[in-house]
């Protein structure tokens, strides 16, 4: 059974700061890995895609690595905004029987202080 | 393009009683899934559907149920509710093909007392 933890369960920093936020799992066949940023009380909204061929993917201020063989990804953001707190989830998506169900993380929650 | 639409935003419901949970995906998405998210924790799967039929179901009792209609928009509906079954809610839509992501709502939050 795939198991996913985000280490760790909060990280709080100055703004302006560069953070990394971890992701584990522990089965490597997947297809992809996705990270979401949900804001208190909302939806999920998908910040980056993964495909298992890949071996990371930026957007903007983001930039998020995968390491299939260790089970291992991150998400980096640079120069960290207040507008960056929020709880930053990711989630894996497996080959095979299952393929069409995500699993997730507990997720990360960051404050950004000004 | 509208996203995932969700409906109703909110919901109390009484122990013991019904309620019906509504998505529409993003047009041209032909794929809706369902997740549970008790405060604190990630989301948990309980169901997907493609091309109205179920592909999958999550660790859910027989109490949970869904449906697809033709236009691809969803249903899940939960009867005989517990204090347990408060949580968010949460539709997500997708192409249906392997390598898509996913497009998340902004949920349904649902209060059991």
């Known amino acids: 059974k795939q198991e996913v933890t985000q280490i760790p369960a909060a990280l709080s920093v100055p703004e302006g700061e560069n953070l990394v936020l971890n992701c584990s799992f522990t089965?490597?066949?997947?297809?992809?890995l996705q990270w979401f940023r949900q804001d208190p009380g909302k939806g999920l909204t998908s910040l980056l895609l993964?495909?298992?061929?890949?071996r990371e993917q930026t957007s903007g201020r983001l930039n998020a690595s995968l390491d299939k063989s260790s089970g291992r990804s991150t998400l980096y953001i640079a120069a960290s905004q207040p507008g960056d707190s929020a709880t930053y989830l990711c989630?894996?998506?497996?080959?095979?029987?299952?393929?069409?169900?995500?699993?997730f993380g507990k997720g990360t929650k960051l404050s950004v202080i000004p | 393009d509208a996203g995932v639409t969700q409906s109703p935003t909110h919901l109390i419901k009484t122990r013991g009683q019904q309620v019906t949970l509504r998505c529409s995906p993003i047009?041209?998405?032909?794929?809706v899934s369902w997740y549970q998210q008790v405060l604190g924790q990630g989301p948990q799967f309980i169901f997907q559907?493609?091309?109205?039929?179920?592909?999958g179901r999550g660790n859910f009792p027989d109490r949970f149920s869904a449906r697809q209609f033709p236009n691809y928009s969803s249903e899940l509906n939960v009867n005989a509710l517990l204090l347990g079954d408060s949580a968010l809610y949460l539709c997500?839509?997708?192409?249906?093909?392997?390598?898509?992501?996913?497009?998340f709502g902004s949920g349904t939050r649902l209060t059991v007392v």
């Open positions: 559907y493609y091309e109205k039929e179920e592909r």
């Open positions: 997500a839509s997708s192409l249906g093909t392997d390598l898509g992501g996913y497009t």
């Open positions: 993964i495909q298992s061929s890949q």
């Open positions: 047009s041209g998405h032909k794929s």
């Open positions: 989630a894996v998506r497996p080959l095979g029987a299952g393929s069409y169900q995500l699993t």
């Open positions: 089965d490597s066949a997947i297809y992809n």
